[in-house]
């Protein structure tokens, strides 16, 4: 059975995409579906090709128990073919994104991470926290995990999934 695939977007591939990609990765295979899905994340800039993840991204997912193994890379336009869904941080990623359509149909849905967050607006954005000295590494991350469960929610209803973990007995339900 092909995966659904799902790609993470930010500028840089070191703070909030790797973060997204880990939590992602964990909450499907807390659902026991990490057989379903193919999970990664990108940049669109190539700023830190080749990097690890932002030491402060790295703690506070080493605070959740999630430890990141990415390397950052660009995102490619093949990506866009590759992926079901293709979700950027923030407008600016999304609109670079959407560029490199050339303004052709794509496989990938492309939007915005926060869309899938219940109670957000559309256009809710996850905020670059490179720059800012004081605790935004910790927003990051729960605004993230909000809008990775509302896309578990939302690609398991559309996937048909089964919505009880394997060999677990509590039922799965959109918290
Ligand atoms: P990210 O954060 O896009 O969440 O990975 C950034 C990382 C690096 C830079 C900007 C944002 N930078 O300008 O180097």
Redesign the pocket.
Known sequence: MERIGVLFV?????????LAEGVFRQLVAEAGLQDRFRIDSA?T?G??QGDAP?PR?CAVAVGRGIVLEHT?RRVRATDLEQFDYVLA?DGE?LERLQALTDGRGTRARLALLRAFEPGMPPDAE?P????DEDGGFEA?HDMVERACRGLLAHSRAERELPCCARGRRRSWRAR
């Open positions: 930010c500028l840089g591939n070191i703070c909030r995409s790797p940049g800039s700023y830190h932002d991204t950052a941080m990623n996850v670059d926290p490179y720059y990051v």
